[in-house]
């Protein structure tokens, strides 16, 4: 005869559907071989009147989309609520460029720089042979105003002129002698303008100071160079090599090669000119190194989403429609956070990334493309560091030729101007430029072409 020993009852709630279901595990010794026994005991249903919880539930967990450039391309999501209660929800965006960035401030300007790989690219540009050398009166005064080859758009307003303060800035208006550098935004601080290494410097006026600033414009970038600029002398000291080089398209590049002796003194970042908007990069702080380069843009705003809020009932599935806009997108890809917040208690914050993939486009004229208007060859290619490009247009007009890096930013515009009809080679030494894939943008008239060339250095 086999002693009793009580069961052991354990309660295992298992999720299925939208009810709890109690199972019982049991061991009885009475029985032969100590027999393991499961069984369903029970349903719990919920009370009568108390809805369960909302349940969020979206049909992609990321998103790829790709589209021309100019173009704009369509997506269906489904949103669903699996739950019996109300689902509310609405969604946000955030454009994510890498994880050294900052910003955006108001306006939409966002840094990022080059210590993580393939975000900016560090490519010093010296021009201290071919650029005008830059002289002051005085170690705090900047020059006058001096014509840019370009309208630059900074925040919104267009600028055609342009001057640089010794204390490592530039500006668009009114000229400011303060030394002693700020945070931003300030009103104190130079203003409308760019800082990449604001702080009390003495480059070379007559027979003090040590370095010297150079300019260069070109039709579509102007190039800032300080070079060998030494730290007005005091309690802290060092030399510096940086530069800035500001682009028809907006964007805002800053370099910085050598470096020697203080770099936790200064001010890096930008300001509107009524002081209500500003990005900082840098304020008394360690981060400068050398070989650095830090790249501001504003944020274009390409994904739209509709709706962009709103209440699903239980058991109900909403569309919801992505809107990718490559209208003011160079080629190159680009990504998004979706953002959901929701009334689910287990999925309060859920994220999609949309990755958007902008191609290039070849235009038709007539439902045809084009065949006289071509890009015809690149020879040599691979080349070092010079090649040769030849092309055809059809009608007299005006012809572009612009290189883009692999990461589709526009680098170097070769040409802009009216050509006559017929056959024409253009040659181009890029020995300025890093080893690597670029692509050659032909644009004559309606049509557009493009084509890879391999540089090696």
């Not at 790829?64 to 669903?80: P, V």
């Not at 990022?112 to 010093?124: A, G, L």
């Not at 020879?379 to 030849?390: D, G, L, S, W």
Request: hydrophobic share 35%.
């Amino acid at each position: 005869m086999h002693s009793e020993i009580p069961w052991i009852n354990v309660n295992i709630p298992v999720e299925q559907g939208h009810h709890i279901i109690e199972w019982r595990y049991e061991r009885d010794s009475s029985v032969t071989g100590n027999n393991d026994r499961v069984w369903l005991d029970n349903i719990i249903l919920p009370p009568a009147g108390i809805p369960e919880s909302a349940v969020l539930s979206l049909d992609q967990q990321t998103i790829n989309i790709t589209a021309e450039e100019g173009s704009t391309d369509l997506f269906d999501l489904h949103l669903s609520n699996l739950g019996e209660e109300n689902l509310q929800w609405s969604v946000s965006r955030y454009y994510q460029n890498s994880r050294d960035y900052g910003g955006p401030d108001e306006y939409g300007y966002m840094w990022m720089d080059s210590k993580e790989d393939y975000v900016v690219e560090f490519d010093w540009i010296d021009i201290s042979d071919s650029g005008i050398s830059v002289v002051f009166v005085d170690n705090d005064t900047g020059t006058d105003m001096i014509p840019l080859s370009f309208t630059f758009n900074f925040y919104g307003s267009d600028y055609e002129e342009f001057r640089i303060n010794p204390n490592g800035w530039i500006g668009f208006a009114d000229d400011n002698q303060e030394w002693s550098n700020t945070d931003l935004p300030n009103r104190d601080a130079p203003r409308p303008a760019i800082m990449p290494f604001w702080d009390d410097l003495h480059p070379q006026i007559e027979s003090s100071g040590s370095g010297t600033v150079y300019y260069q414009n070109f039709d579509d970038y102007l190039i800032v160079m300080f070079n060998n600029v030494i730290h007005f002398q005091g309690d802290y000291n060092g030399t510096y090599d940086f530069e800035v080089i500001i682009s028809e398209n907006g964007r805002i590049k800053m370099q910085y090669h050598t470096l020697e002796g203080d770099l936790d003194t200064c001010t890096i970042g930008i300001q509107k000119y009524n002081f209500s908007d500003g990005l900082q990069i840098l304020y008394n702080d360690v981060y400068l190194e050398e070989d650095l380069a830090i790249e501001i843009k504003q944020v274009v705003d390409w994904l739209s989403i509709s709706p962009a809020s709103g209440v699903v009932p239980g058991y109900v599935q909403q569309n919801l429609q992505l809107t990718a806009s490559s209208a003011n997108l160079e080629i190159g890809q680009y990504s998004c956070d979706l953002i959901f917040h929701s009334s689910d208690p287990l999925q309060q914050l859920v994220i999609v990334p949309v990755i958007f993939n902008v191609e290039e486009s070849i235009i038709d004229i007539g439902n045809e493309i084009c065949p006289v208007n071509k890009l015809e060859c690149i020879y040599p290619n691979p080349f070092n560091p010079e090649t040769t490009i030849k092309y055809e247009i059809s009608a007299a007009g005006n012809v572009k030729l612009e290189v883009y890096n692999i990461k589709g930013q526009k680098v170097n515009m070769l040409m802009n101007e009216y050509k006559e009809p017929g056959n024409h080679s253009l040659h181009w030494n890029a020995d300025k430029f890093n080893s690597g894939v670029y692509f050659l943008r032909f644009s004559s008239g309606g049509y557009r072409q493009t084509k890879k060339v391999l540089l090696l250095k």
